[in-house]
């Protein structure tokens, strides 16, 4: 019988499919009419900030084109941790799934208050710490500068048992640095990739189509960009658990990651396109397992860095 039961450093997950956050709502109460949130390996909270935010003005989203994925500038709209703590964590609680909590500021102190407010609660298997949100002034500041990411993860450890993930962003030069930082400062396991800057213009208005001009990239687009950054991690941090996401739509594509060298993903942008994506990936995992022969999931994770003679099966699932 194949295990899909995923290792993550001290996590351990009943599968390696998560929803990404920003992608399921708040708590992923939209996903209910779908699915059981339990059959998922967990799910990711939208971004949660000590105030409550209302967001950018609209309009928020541009649909680059199906084939491609879109553009988001939501600037971390959110009804504050403490709103989501007595109000949303109660129904995450009811549905038994296991729920890994997002966290964002401006200032490292914004950080840590938010932190602090959940910092003894079981219900969370970890802390997603957003260090790379490009719709935010300033939302890019503690993922492109490696002395400010080890700040943050090093302060956020100290006050906290919860393991702790780093959500990296792929709008840098050399992502190891921001990823060695991290795991330097106690980083339990690192989330690749958020959004890719990109910008669209309304050729009508001659303007760009988002307020803020440039928004979030995602889709399937961004995979191969997202692969190369979970390759190039991988290879230098093999021990430090990586949490695939950008541009996951379907079973080959969540198995990429996995060779890559994610031990777990996300599942994003393809919620818009077909809510029960994560549960049909779940699905597809177990068959590819069973024809492959595979016992458990955690086997194939980085597989793809052996330079092995042999070239893998087909997939015939
Ligand atoms: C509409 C939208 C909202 C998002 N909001 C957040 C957020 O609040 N926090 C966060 O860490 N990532 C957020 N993201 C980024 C996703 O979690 C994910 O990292 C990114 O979209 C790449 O994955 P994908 O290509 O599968 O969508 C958001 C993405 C989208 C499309």
Redesign the pocket.
């Given at each position: 019988m194949s295990s899909l039961e995923t290792n993550l450093g001290k996590v351990k997950l009943k599968n390696p499919i998560l929803l990404?956050?920003?992608?399921c709502g708040v708590a992923a109460r939209e996903f209910e009419p779908y699915f059981k949130l339990s059959d998922l390996g967990s799910i990711?909270t939208?971004?949660l900030s000590i105030k409550p935010r209302v967001g950018n003005p609209t309009p928020?989203?541009v649909e680059v084109s199906p084939a491609c994925?879109?553009l988001?500038s939501?600037g971390?709209q959110?009804p504050g941790i403490e709103y989501f703590v007595k109000n949303e964590l109660p129904y995450l609680t009811e549905q038994k799934v296991t729920c890994v909590i997002?966290i964002?500021g401006e200032t490292l102190d914004d950080y840590l208050q938010a932190v602090d407010v959940i910092k003894n609660k079981s219900e969370f298997c970890a802390i997603?710490l957003?260090l790379?949100?490009p719709n935010v002034e300033g939302g890019l500041d503690f993922s492109q500068d490696p002395k400010k990411a080890f700040t943050m993860v090093s302060e956020v450890k100290k006050i906290t048992n919860i393991p702790v993930w780093a959500?990296l962003s792929p709008n840098i030069t050399d992502i190891t640095e921001i990823a060695k930082a991290c795991i330097d400062a106690g980083s339990d396991g690192l989330?690749l990739?958020?959004?890719v800057l990109g910008l669209a213009i309304n050729r009508w208005t001659k303007k760009p189509v988002l307020p803020r001009g440039v928004g979030?990239y995602?889709?399937?687009a961004?995979?191969p960009i997202?692969l190369r950054m979970i390759w190039e991690t991988y290879k230098k941090f093999p021990k430090t658990p990586i949490i695939g996401?950008?541009?996951?739509?379907t079973t080959d594509d969540a198995i990429e990651f996995l060779l890559c060298g994610a031990s777990a993903i996300?599942?994003?942008?393809?919620n818009?396109v077909n809510p029960k994506a994560s549960i049909e990936i779940i699905e597809g995992l177990k068959k590819y397992m069973e024809q492959m022969k595979i016992s458990s999931i955690n086997e194939i994770v980085g597989q793809a860095h052996l330079q092995s003679e042999k070239p893998l099966a087909k997939s015939a699932y």
């Open positions: 990404a956050s920003g992608t990711v939208k971004s928020r989203v994925g879109m988001n939501i971390l959110n997002n964002v997603e957003n790379s949100c959500k989330c990739i958020n959004t979030g995602s889709g399937p961004i995979k997202a996401i950008g541009g996951i739509h996300q599942i994003g942008t393809a818009f």
